[in-house]
């Protein structure tokens, strides 16, 4: 009897399909799955798609599917939360199917609720399978760890998301180009940025004020950085907010050492092509440029200043003073 087909997303992620397709069509499931990896790289549509496929229903969204992640306000999960989630996948499937629960953001469970989800796990229910998401299982217990199935997502080639952007959404080459550059092998991402371009504008005009204060002095550095971030809170939303500053801040450092060394085919940030060529140009640090050591070497300090930064968030330090912080230093 030929395997039957099931219905999968149509970007990346191609073992993972074909693991849990061949667990679909074997009946071999099992009753814990932890999908670790990046964000933006398809871990919630797979698991989406998955229950969808488990119980034959075609869009995944019914009585015996339920996801639990951090509410808005809070960084973490408690074990309220959870003990609420476990009661609800204890009772009877409403169609006589499996129960299936996600778990998003699975490392910022509570230690207690990491506790209280263990024990689930030591005595699984007949039907109810919990899939974990997070960007890093090592966050989790090895307890856990060990009664599940670990899958493993990786980033998709740049040609392939590409060709999907081209191809399936429609998008022209030189946008497709950009987009599949910026993503950084996350599909997701590009497609996010591609279905509101205000978001993608407003991005571009971050990470060029962000370049800018690369090259101004000092005295104008912080008019600068209020375009990009004035929130001066410790609130969860700052926090992820100066996150994404500091992620973006090392992908545009990324590329000016590329460009530094004549790479330009490997820039993340290729509709910024211009203000990474001028802001590299004030750091005199283009190959074969007289002051190419010291500018190198200017590049790789602000690599060593984004990672303090990040260990001063993970610190609880305000996030405005720690972007103060790094702008200071350039």
């Known amino acids: 009897m030929a395997d039957k087909a099931y219905k999968w997303p149509t970007i990346g992620n191609e073992k993972v399909i074909e693991f849990l397709s061949h667990s679909l069509n074997n009946n071999r499931l099992a009753q814990t799955y932890v999908f670790t990896g990046a964000d933006d790289l398809g871990k919630s549509t797979i698991a989406l798609a998955f229950a969808a496929n488990l119980q034959n229903h075609p869009e995944g ?38 129960k299936i629960g996600i778990i998003k953001r699975a490392d910022s469970l509570s230690p207690e609720a990491k506790s209280a989800l263990l024990k689930t796990l030591e005595e699984p229910k007949d039907k109810v399978i919990i899939i974990l998401l997070t960007v890093d299982e090592h966050e989790l217990p090895e307890t856990i760890l060990s009664r599940a199935q670990v899958l493993y997502f990786y980033p998709v080639p740049a040609a392939v998301i590409y060709d999907y952007l081209l191809k399936t959404r429609g998008a022209n080459r030189s946008l497709a180009k950009d987009l599949s550059s910026l993503a950084l092998g996350r599909p997701l991402a590009a497609v996010k940025l591609l279905e509101n371009p205000d978001s993608y504008k407003a991005y571009l005009e971050k990470a060029a004020n962000w370049l800018e204060i690369m090259r101004s002095d000092a005295a104008h550095r912080f008019s600068l950085l209020d375009r990009i971030f004035v929130d001066k809170t410790w609130s969860k939303s700052a926090v992820e907010a100066t996150s994404a500053v500091i992620l973006m801040a090392e992908g545009l450092t990324r590329d000016l050492l590329l460009l530094s060394l004549d790479k330009e085919e490997h820039l993340q940030h290729t509709a910024l092509k211009a203000d990474l060529e001028k802001t590299l140009a004030s750091l005199g640090a283009k190959s074969g440029g007289r002051n190419q050591g010291n500018g190198v070497a200017g590049i790789l300090d602000q690599f060593r200043l984004l990672a303090q930064a990040k260990e001063y968030l993970a610190g609880n330090v305000n996030p405005r003073l720690v972007l103060e912080q790094i702008i200071l230093n350039f």
């Open 61 to 98: 969204f019914n009585s015996d599917l339920h996801i639990l992640e951090p509410e808005a306000d809070k960084k973490s999960i408690s074990i309220e939360s959870v003990r609420e989630f476990i009661k609800t996948l204890n009772l009877s499937s409403f169609l006589n199917s499996y």
